[in-house]
């Protein structure tokens, strides 16, 4: 046997431009809610929210609207499902690769929030647990601008 790390797998740039261009442009909701992109790895998927009125739940907090939090989390626990798969199918090409998202939903989602969402900014991280051949799963977290856990979800995913 040997004890040799397996080598991780590196996106190219051709698709982290595709994926950031679908996650923050083509998903118009993600783009209404300032979702941006931080960080794409098979290993796990990290974005930002920027705290903004239009997205204000509670106006006497001037807290984070809870369908943010959860809109937030299930577009990031399905990006690290998709970066986790496109790394299970380094044989295709970079375009083919982006194609799979046309069948990508939702099955199951869990949100527990934890605390207020109240900050200048917010990020979620999320890591694909298992991607199976028809279905993926996520743990995900909203974090505020101290690192301190607001929220956390799970999630399934249809990939095929």
Known sequence: MSDRTPTPVILEPEYIEGFRQIYEEKIVFNQTIGLRLVSVTPEGVEARIDMRPELVGHFAYNRIHGGVISAALDAIGSAAVMAALAAKHMDEAPAKR???????????????YLRPGIGEFFTIHAEALRVGSRVGTSRMEFRGPDGTLM??????YIVS
């Not at 929220?151 to 399934?156: H, I, K, N, T, V």
């Open 151 to 156: 929220s956390a979800g799970a999630a399934a």
């Open 98 to 112: 982006l194609e799979r998202f046309a069948k990508l939903g939702t099955i199951d989602l869990r949100i527990d």
